[in-house]
């Protein structure tokens, strides 16, 4: 990420936890592990993405039913 991406992101979580703490009666730390949670998987999520093509591509074929999805 770049500055400039890193500066919105933080932005936007700012305006979410925000969000947060005035449309909720929890605190910050009741509401930070749901938070980090999403984070992670976002996280995972992308990190999935830049090596699907090379996951499918060492999978193995099924002579009759072909590859699983």
């Given at each position: 990420m770049q500055g400039k991406q890193l500066?919105?992101?933080?932005?936007?979580?700012?305006?979410?936890?925000?969000?947060?703490?005035?449309?909720?009666?929890?605190?910050?730390?009741?509401?930070?592990m749901p938070v980090l949670g999403l984070i992670f998987l976002r996280h995972a999520y992308n990190r999935f993405q830049k090596v699907q093509l090379e996951?499918?591509?060492?999978?193995?074929?099924?002579?009759q039913q072909g590859k699983r999805p």
């Open positions: 500066r919105k992101l933080e932005a936007e979580l700012w305006r979410a936890a925000d969000q947060l703490r005035a449309n909720s009666k929890l605190t910050a730390s009741e509401y930070s996951v499918e591509k060492t999978l193995l074929s099924h002579p």
